[in-house]
């Protein structure tokens, strides 16, 4: 999902899971855990206006990244202190949003390590354009916004997605750039929906009756990606699976469990299935690269609202310069602790 100017209270857990199937710790033996470190952040479109923002969320220290949706900050920067200007670049993390080639290859020297892939191509959430796009799928009469999702019938089908993948990730591959550019691994395409049911999404999801959401969808794009050949940003041939570092989850939930369900299950792989589909992933066996578990983006929802209101627990509010003492409060996530209380449940007791 992305929302214009709205922030998300986002968590990356970097480290691998523990079995997920052996019995959940108390939340007293939870608390003696030695917890994987968590790392949390914000994607928002807001500081493209407010600068200042940018400024204040770098100084509050509860920032380790930061994302927009794009593989540029688009920020004017240049009334920023030097030392904010640093943390910013080094703290920003690109995305290659859709099928759409970037115009640069700047981003390779930014700081960041990672480039986050295609964004939600599981389901479909098109732009909306008032009147013109009234009664279109998410669309009111009056609304105006940027796409949400990548799910369009180019990406939708992860046998077309994958062969979107192998052509982008092989020319990143070929991308000239400094000795010494930090941004060296890539994440997966991020998935909203579940690891199962495995859904037939080679349909073009823009067709008034067809079915929105691509259910399992990482699973088809591992099977046929694993049968393409990519190389890796540093040069090494292998499969166009094996590239990846990372897989990211986004979870809209309503509590601190739903959110560990959805990435057990990614964990575990459908119900009734002979192996757990990504744990070899997560274990670096069966000749699959070591990869890793993200939460990209998490927001909370409220059971009394509908699905487009979310919960008002800011996870901090920032002052802006001249503003007569007015906070402005950006946030429609929840705290980075809530997040982190989901991840400990992860955990297995003998870590």
């Known amino acids: ?28 033996a939870a608390l003696k855990l030695k917890k994987p ?27 380790d990244f930061w994302w927009n949706w794009d593989y540029v900050p688009k920020v004017d920067m240049s009334h920023l202190p030097t030392e904010v200007i640093s943390k910013a ?18 981003f390779f020297s930014l700081g960041s390590e990672y480039l986050m892939g295609f964004n939600e191509p599981d389901q479909y959430g098109p732009a909306c354009a008032g009147e013109l796009t009234r009664g279109s799928f998410g669309c009111g009469e009056e609304e105006y916004r940027p796409a949400t999702s990548a799910g369009f019938a180019a990406l939708f089908d992860p046998a077309k997605a994958a062969k979107e993948w192998q052509k982008l990730v092989n020319l990143l591959a070929e991308v000239p750039r400094e000795p010494g550019a930090p941004l060296t691994r890539l994440a997966a395409p991020s998935m909203a929906q579940n690891a199962e049911p495995v859904d037939d999404c080679t349909h073009d999801p823009a ?19 694993l049968t393409l050949s990519c190389k890796t940003l540093s040069g090494r041939q292998t ?6 570092d990372a ?19 990614y964990h575990r792989g459908p119900t009734g299935a002979t192996h757990e ?21 998490a927001i909370r929802r409220v059971d009394a609202l509908p699905f487009r209101d979310y919960s008002k627990t800011m996870p901090f509010s920032l002052r802006q310069p001249g503003d007569h003492g007015q906070q402005r409060s950006f946030g429609v996530g929840e705290l980075c602790g809530w997040l982190d209380d989901a991840w400990t449940i992860l955990v297995d007791t003998n870590t």
Not at 1 to 17: N, P, Y
Not at 239 to 244: A, E, F, K, S
Not at 247 to 265: F, T, V
Not at 279 to 295: A, C, I, N, V
Request: net charge positive.
């Open 239 to 244: 499969n166009c699976w094996d590239v990846i």
């Open 277 to 297: 589909v990504f744990q070899e992933d997560f274990e670096g066996t069966q000749g699959r690269s070591m990869k890793k578990l993200w939460l990209t983006e």
């Open 207 to 225: 067709l008034p009756e067809a079915r929105k959401y691509c259910r399992g969808w990482l699973q088809s794009f591992k099977a046929i990606a």
């Open 247 to 265: 897989l990211p989850i986004h979870g809209y939930a309503r509590s601190a469990e739903e959110i560990k369900q959805k990435l057990q299950q």
């Open 37 to 63: 470190p968590l790392h949390c952040g914000v994607g928002t479109n807001t500081f493209t206006d407010c600068p200042q923002c940018l400024e204040s969320a770098m100084n509050s220290g509860a920032i």
């Open 89 to 106: 670049r080094k703290s920003f993390t690109p995305m290659i949003w859709g099928t759409k080639l970037p115009k640069n290859f700047s």
């Open 1 to 28: 999902m992305r929302k214009t100017l709205h922030w998300l209270s986002i968590a990356v857990a970097t480290a691998d899971l523990k079995d997920p199937s052996s019995p959940l710790p108390t939340p007293a």
